[in-house]
């Protein structure tokens, strides 16, 4: 079906910036909207923000509004993550959904990565 690769995580001073990419393999033109959550030990997975197919539409959750941009180039989703806080620490997943843009729900999404570790020290 669709195989979603992430990478460009890693260890970030608060303040400083990382960015993020997930590369889309195998039937991608069946891939509408993406997205990128987080999730940390305990706690559900945290909608961060999603892209239509055009690129041109895109939401955020509040607290990452301002700080991180969402873009995409065809089989390929970036996550520019500026100003990062201690809070933002979490393992990052890129998902992709056959239906059209605008959840930001986990559970709409068809398609997940593996997840790349995102550690931000203060």
């Known amino acids: 079906q669709v195989q979603l690769v992430e990478s460009g995580g890693g260890l970030a001073q608060a303040g400083g910036s990382l960015r993020l990419s997930c590369l889309a393999s195998?039937?991608?033109?069946?891939?509408?909207?993406m997205g990128w959550f987080r999730q940390t030990p305990g706690k559900e997975r945290e909608f961060v923000a999603t892209i239509s197919a055009s690129g041109t539409s895109t939401l955020y959750t509040d607290s990452v509004k301002g700080r991180f941009t969402i873009s995409r180039d065809n089989a390929k989703l970036y996550l520019q993550m500026n100003s990062l806080e201690p809070e933002d620490t979490a393992v990052y997943y890129c998902a992709a959904r056959r239906a059209y843009f605008g959840s930001s729900s986990a559970d709409d999404y068809d398609y997940w990565g593996q997840g790349t570790q995102v550690t931000v020290s203060s």
């Open positions: 195998g039937r991608t033109f069946i891939i509408n909207a």
